[in-house]
């Protein structure tokens, strides 16, 4: 805006009409005169663009350009004065909003008072409370043989293998068949679907209802017929099976250990312990924040800006659209996004609400992380690259996400800063 509405601009006064929760309401009201200034302003500004017949552009004469650019005048001057207005508002409130503001109602003419009304949505203002000596409830979860033997038979699981079963058998539900099918619908002449070598587990649900207990007992080459609805239709299948075999697992031992990279079953079975204890950390780890959260949640009411929260649903939503495959994205339509959303909502209000009370313990506490935290968490990370390029990939890492690093270095303090000052309570 040019320094003749910036004058006339002193005379605005802004008053705060309500506040609820996080959304504030404000008024701008300024005189006549301001008003003016503005229209003088755009009509300036608009003839440095206006262009007609007879006249070099940017120079068409300001009584022509009023007659012929009237809208253009009025929409600029508008927005120069909800520009300076919005700006003086915050300035003199001291509002930091979270999102653009809200323009709720407007009176604006050439020759009149100006008023213009905003909603304007800010962070809460949290000041912390009852965040030390937090009653935390600690449970024992020692790694048992009887786990590390579990662990040992899952990993045996996914390097299983299918070996044929000796001649004779029987199908049973501990077996895996190769089979061919052919589904017949009622009173045609030729199979409607026909598969080759597909391999069924009888362990487990099949897509074709009824197979399982079709093919349980028969043995290699037989053949079983079975009636079943499939995708609401009527099919009679026909199901002959072509090999059966069991899962066969392979020994621990030495070489087994070896083929999963360790020098002996000895280290591989201190692996799995060691994977184990950590994992029982973790798990200890995320139990009690989540007791904390609780507490902190209980103790601390924290109103959110909604422009905000729905902001988080909207980035939420698009990652789980960018996970889906593209004939599922194209089925989702608005009101399912709608409602998949506010499925949503409650976990991001609780992080968010977390979020903001953790960092005003940091603030009360201290606690912020700085540039020396991120440098020395960047040089921890560095130190696990092997080459050049892996550093250097690093560092944009960091850099690229420099804020958000900052920020969860925080919450880590803010964290061990609440479990050192918590009571702990031995689960009996």
């Not at 031992?253 to 204890?277: I, P, Q, T, Y």
């Not at 409650?346 to 991120?374: C, F, Q, T, W």
Request: proline share 4%.
């Amino acid at each position: 805006m040019t320094p003749s509405a910036t004058g006339a601009a002193e005379t605005i006064q802004v008053k705060r009409l309500s506040q609820k929760g996080c959304a504030i309401q404000l008024s701008a009201d300024a005189p006549a005169e301001f008003v003016h200034s503005a229209f003088q302003d755009a009509l300036v500004q608009v003839q440095v663009r206006a262009q007609v017949p007879g006249f070099r552009k940017g120079k068409v004469p300001l009584a022509m350009v009023r007659d012929n650019f009237a809208g253009m005048i009025k929409e600029r001057a508008f927005e120069n004065v909800v520009r300076f207005a919005l700006a003086k508002a915050l300035e003199s409130e001291k509002l930091h909003p979270v999102d653009s503001p809200s323009l709720l109602k407007r009176e604006f003419e050439e020759g009149k008072p100006l008023h213009l009304e905003f909603e304007v949505e800010v962070p809460p203002s949290v000041t912390p409370k009852n965040y030390t000596k937090i009653p935390l409830l600690s449970r024992k979860n020692p790694v048992t043989d009887e786990k590390i033997s579990a662990a040992i038979k899952e990993i045996l699981d996914q390097n299983a293998r299918l070996e044929p079963e000796a001649d004779g058998a029987a199908l049973t539900e501990n077996h895996f068949a190769v089979v061919d099918y052919e589904a017949w619908r009622p009173g045609a002449d030729k199979p409607a679907h026909t598969a080759q070598g597909e391999l069924v587990d009888l362990s487990s649900d099949q897509t074709v209802k009824g197979l399982v207990e079709a093919i349980k007992g028969a043995k290699k080459g037989e053949t079983r017929e079975f009636e079943t609805e499939t995708a609401g239709a009527k099919f009679r299948f026909k199901v002959t099976v072509g090999e059966i075999k069991k899962k066969s697992l392979p020994d621990v031992n030495d070489a087994f250990a070896k083929e999963m990279g360790f020098e002996s079953e000895a280290k591989f079975r201190e692996h799995v312990k060691n994977a184990l204890e950590r994992q029982a950390e973790e798990d200890s780890r995320r139990e009690t924040l989540r007791q904390m959260e609780d507490h902190l949640i209980k103790e601390n009411a924290v109103d959110l800006p909604q422009s905000l929260v729905n902001h988080h649903i909207g980035l939420s939503l698009e990652r789980l659209m960018d996970r889906m495959l593209p004939e599922e994205r194209e089925k989702m339509n608005k009101e399912q996004l709608e409602k998949l959303g506010e499925k949503l909502r409650p976990a991001i209000e609780r992080d968010m609400r977390i979020s903001y009370i953790m960092h005003a313990v940091a603030n009360s506490e201290n606690l912020e992380a700085g540039e020396k935290d991120l440098e020395a968490e960047i040089e921890k990370a560095v130190s696990r690259a092997a080459t050049d390029e892996e550093r250097l990939k690093t560092r944009q890492f960091f850099e690229a996400r420099r804020n958000d690093i900052i920020a969860t270095l925080t919450e880590h303090k803010v964290e061990d800063f609440l479990r050192k000052n918590a009571i702990v309570t031995e689960a009996k």
